[in-house]
């Protein structure tokens, strides 16, 4: 059993920066891919990015690449999503994911473990 627990989201101006932490507790927490999805309102939940348990392999949705940096420090069992230049169609409830799959392969449909979630407003 894995647990996610995020924090970070906020209110932020366009332009701005936030931070988002996941903290995954489990005696295999740190052998699982993580990774980041979002969900805005009306809208499917959808993969940001995510991360191999080595930290060797990432994968980025194509509208956050050159913005967005993922990475994890397995010492803490935690899982960063660094957001530069946010946008206002960032806006959403943003969740953090644990799974035994290659980043690559992260879909809402197969994703083990999840997080209750954390809400990123971006103001325009």
């Known amino acids: 059993q894995v647990q996610l627990v995020e924090s970070g989201g906020g209110l932020v101006q366009a332009g701005g920066s936030l931070r988002l932490s996941c903290a995954a507790s489990g005696r295999t927490a740190s052998r699982y891919a993580m990774g980041w999805f979002r969900q805005a309102p009306g809208k499917e939940r959808d993969v940001v990015a995510a991360i191999s348990w080595t930290g060797g392999t990432t994968y980025y949705a194509d509208s956050v690449k050159g913005r967005f940096a993922i990475s994890r420090e397995n010492a803490k069992n935690t899982v960063y999503l660094q957001m530069n230049g946010l946008k206002p169609e960032d806006t959403a409830v943003y969740y953090c994911?644990?799974?035994?799959?290659?980043?690559?392969?992260?879909?809402?449909?197969?994703?083990?473990?999840w997080g209750q979630g954390t809400q990123v407003t971006v103001s325009s």
């Open positions: 994911a644990a799974d035994l799959s290659s980043p690559r392969l992260f879909r809402v449909a197969t994703i083990e473990y």
